[in-house]
């Protein structure tokens, strides 16, 4: 009987798709530990009481991470001032969120862009102002931090004023908002009397599928290894 030699390249194939596979199954071990503390600090800022916006910004500039922290501002104009419209979909409409800034009266920085809400494309003209209007109690919100652009993602055309991801330095030219922060503010109240743009903060659910991924994963290399070897004794000559 002749003892058959196990196959190098194939196996080292075999052993990098595993690593591979392993290490992707790690890595969403990894995501659903951050996705489960992100969603308890977001279901415990919904319910914090908002603090003022000009703290919440100094401790961001000394480094604190203050994404997602509920907060408050005076902004009376902010119903009348010009906006710039974000292409976006909300609970499956497409349609645009309105994007405008509030002069802040103190702190690190001098402005912020707060984005108002959606608008469902059929009625995604700017609701024209009221002349005049102005909002007599503090405006609330959720301080965020902007994403960057992502890859598929089309660029900004702001001659159209069509925007498709926050460019939060180029949305401050654009609204002539100087010395803006870093980060924008989700609108919570007020919300406008005629219902249009509709605030909306936070999403409503967020999906933490990762657990499920990294089950596929690891699945998939004990798969693996799995076929490999029951080839190779399908092979072993008897």
Known sequence: MTQRRIPILPSLLVLVAFVILVGLGVWQVKRLKWKTDLLHRIALLQ???AQPINQVLRRAHQGEDTNF????LDCPEVETTPVLRLYSVYQGLAGYRLITACRLPSGPYASILVDRGFVATPGAEVPRPIP???????????????EPKALITAGNQPAQNLWYWRDLPGMARALGAQ???PA???LESPAPANAEPRPAPLPLDIPNNHLG????????AAALVGVYLASLLRKRPT
């Open 47 to 49: 319910t914090a009481p």
């Open 69 to 72: 922290t509920r907060v408050q």
């Open 132 to 146: 005049g209007e102005r909002i007599s109690r503090p405006v609330t919100g959720v301080l965020r931090t902007a």
């Open 179 to 181: 010395g803006a922060a």
């Open 184 to 186: 924008f503010l989700m």
């Open 213 to 220: 991924y990294a089950i596929t994963w690891f699945g998939l």
